[in-house]
């Protein structure tokens, strides 16, 4: 979901000068926006890594997923601890990497933006790691694909929307209950058979829990007329954050070997 087009996310907003001044004219609020390279990487790995999949049938058939890294609760309990990660790159069929990698489109372009590159590529691996930890400990089932992290790009968004709606008007409350809505409709599409909807939830928390932790707090900084939007939240807190999850995550994982 994009932000709100009326938004500060994709225009100057105006805010009117102090009475004080005796002016009318509006002020412009530049808004901190970054281009959205790593969503755009993001989608060219995991394409690239779904036509490898193709490519390699032949040789694996069947157990195609598994050779390649899907989550296996046997394998993981041998050691695979790279499975906790390798599956939110590995998807099942073409509409499913389709569906997936339209979500992170319309979703990761506009929140990369704000996030900044290194930011969201941590909330990236935080809820893809979220998603397939918590279907490790509650689903005895194999799975596979990009959702988990995305359940935890689209929790990221709702959060941001929600922390910093008094800088994005009317239309980011409206946004932000579009983004609930879609949050619930997939929970509920997940109760269908053959869907590791644990996966979904592990990835909604693990990134929601950074992004109300770590994502952008916005602030009005400068005086009139020269005015921006600063986050008040550094990068240094986010590695933080993500050093920490991750460490609760493996925690758990680590406590069924006991």
Do not use: C
Request: hydrophobic share 50%; proline share 6%; net charge neutral.
């Amino acid at each position: 979901m994009s932000l709100p087009s009326g938004s500060p996310a994709s225009q100057p907003s105006e805010t009117q000068p102090p009475a004080e001044l005796g002016r009318v004219e509006p002020a412009q609020v530049r808004v901190p926006l970054t281009k959205p390279l790593v969503t755009y990487i993001l989608l060219g790995v995991t394409v690239g890594v779904y036509l490898l999949q193709m490519l390699s049938r032949p040789l694996f058939g069947y157990d195609l997923l598994l050779a390649m890294g899907a989550k296996s609760n046997t394998l993981i309990q041998q050691g695979e601890f790279w499975r906790l990660i390798t599956p939110m790159f590995l998807h099942v069929s073409l509409p499913h990497i389709a569906f997936n990698m339209y979500a992170l489109y319309a979703f990761g372009v506009s929140l990369e933006r704000h996030y900044g590159r290194r930011r969201f590529l941590l909330l990236y691996f935080i809820g893809g790691l979220g998603g397939v930890v918590l279907s490790y400990l509650l689903s005895p089932e194999n799975s596979a694909g990009a959702s988990t992290a995305l359940f935890g790009v689209v929790a990221a968004e709702a959060v941001f929307l929600y922390y910093n709606r008094r800088w994005f008007g009317k239309e980011a409350v409206s946004a932000l209950w579009n983004t609930v809505f879609i949050i619930g409709i997939n929970l509920v599409l997940g109760l269908s058979p053959g869907i590791d909807n644990w996966g979904h939830l592990g990835g909604l928390i693990a990134g929601g829990v950074f992004a109300a932790l770590a994502g952008p707090l916005l602030a009005l900084r400068g005086e009139y007329p020269n005015l921006s939007l600063e986050d008040t939240r550094s990068l240094n807190r986010a590695f933080v954050v993500a050093v920490a999850e991750a460490g609760v995550l493996l925690f758990l994982v680590l406590m069924t070997f006991f």
